[in-house]
Every structure is written in structure tokens, then in C-alpha cells.
């Protein structure tokens, strides 16, 4: 499995960015996916989660309400739309699969991981 995370850069305080995360394999379908975070010097954190169908997500409080998960299936996809874009959301992006199907914050729970797209929200 492979995981390529695509559409970080720059942007003001704000403003909106929509990162993509492509897989390889046939199963995509049958797991549930989440994003990751890491800012300099800090651990990475969870910042949402879909389920297999898409029919669940679960978000960090810091970015509930500001930032939507989804996927399609179809085209082997996980995005993450932000809005309301702030200085602290800069880090670096990862996106990772679960191996199970429901969606989880427990960094465990993520067997496969893309090598991360750098977001930076300047103020």
C-alpha cells in the first residue's frame, strides 16, 4: 500500500486549503483512514478520521467545525478540506490507513502512512 498526500503550501490566516491523499490497492474501500499532524518539535497528533464507507468521521476539537474529512471510494481518495485556516494548523500533513474499519484517533490503529504535505498558515 501506498500513500501519496498532495496540496499543502501557504496560506493567510483564514483562508482555506484542500489536501488529497491518493492510494494504491484494491482494498481501499475496506479501511477506515485518518490525518495526522506534526508541527516542529511537537508530537504528531490526530486530526480527523472516516470510516470505511464514509459514512462516520470523527475530528480533533481543534480543527471540529473548521476542517471536513471525506472520501471516494471510487477513486481511491481521502481528502481534508480546511477552512478557517489558522497559524497554529501549520505542520506537516500525513495521511495514514487504519486497519480496521471504523475510525480512530489512536496512532496504533494506522498500519500504513504517506510521507506527508507541509501546511503553513502564516498571520
Known amino acids: 500500500v501506498q500513500l501519496q498526500a498532495s496540496g499543502g503550501g501557504l496560506v493567510q490566516a483564514g483562508g482555506s486549503l484542500r489536501l488529497s491523499c491518493a492510494a494504491s490497492g484494491r482494498t481501499f474501500s475496506s479501511y477506515a483512514m485518518g490525518w495526522f499532524r506534526q508541527a516542529p518539535g511537537k508530537e504528531r497528533e490526530f486530526v480527523a478520521a472516516i470510516n470505511w464507507s464514509g459514512g462516520s468521521t470523527y475530528y480533533a476539537d481543534s480543527v471540529k467545525g473548521r476542517f471536513t474529512i471525506s472520501r471516494d471510494n471510487a477513486k481511491n481518495t481521502v481528502h481534508l478540506q480546511m477552512n478557517s485556516l489558522k497559524p497554529e494548523d501549520t505542520a506537516v500533513y500525513y495521511c495514514?490507513?487504519?486497519?480496521?474499519?471504523?475510525?480512530?484517533?489512536?496512532?496504533?490503529?494506522?498500519?500504513?502512512w504517506g510521507q506527508g504535505t507541509q501546511v503553513t498558515v502564516s498571520s
Open positions: 495514514a490507513r487504519n486497519r480496521y474499519t471504523y475510525s480512530s484517533s489512536y496512532y496504533p490503529d494506522y498500519d500504513y
